[in-house]
Nanobody, 127 residues
Framework: QSQFVESGGGLVQPGGSLRLSCVASGINFHHYGTGWFRQAPGKEREWVSCISRNSGVTNFADSVKGRFAISRDDAKKTVYLEMNRLKPEDTARYYC????????????????????WGQGTQVTVSE
C-alpha cells in the first residue's frame, strides 16, 4: 500500500518546539514534492507547508511563516516539519502527502495535487 506514515506529534507548551517526520512507504518519494496539512476539530483541512521535488522551493502558510521549517531526505524517503514557537492555535492533526502534479521546482499550496495521505499525527499546544 502506498502511503505516508507521520510521527513526532505530542503535547507541548506554548512557545515549545516539535519535529514531525513523515516516511514514505511504497512511493517513489524522489519523484514528488511533499506537503504538510493540518486539521483542527470542527475545521477544514488547512495547507501548512510544502517542499518541491528538488528541495529548491519551500512555501509556508502565513500563519506559520517564520516559525516552521520543512526539509526532506530522499535517501530516507522522509520529509520533516520543524515547528518552533508553537501556539495553541497550532493544535491540530498534521498530515503529509505527495504532490503528484507540480514540476520539480514547484509545490502545491492547495489540496488539489496531493495524494497518498497518511493517518496523521496529533499536535496539542497547551499549558
Amino acid at each position: 500500500q502506498s502511503q505516508f506514515v507521520e510521527s513526532g506529534g505530542g503535547l507541548v507548551q506554548p512557545g515549545g518546539s516539535l519535529r514531525l517526520s513523515c516516511v514514505a512507504s511504497g512511493i517513489n518519494f524522489h519523484h514528488y514534492g511533499t506537503g504538510w496539512f493540518r486539521q483542527a476539530p470542527g475545521k477544514e483541512r488547512e495547507w501548512v507547508s510544502c517542499i518541491s521535488r528538488n528541495s529548491g522551493v519551500t512555501n509556508f502558510a502565513d500563519s506559520v511563516k517564520g516559525r516552521f521549517a520543512i526539509s526532506r531526505d530522499d535517501a530516507k524517503k522522509t520529509v520533516y516539519l520543524e515547528m518552533n514557537r508553537l501556539k495553541p492555535e497550532d493544535t491540530a492533526r498534521y498530515y503529509c502527502a505527495a504532490d503528484i502534479v507540480s514540476d520539480e521546482d514547484e509545490c502545491g499550496m492547495t489540496s488539489y495535487p496531493y495524494t497518498f495521505w497518511g493517518q496523521g499525527t496529533q499536535v496539542t499546544v497547551s499549558e
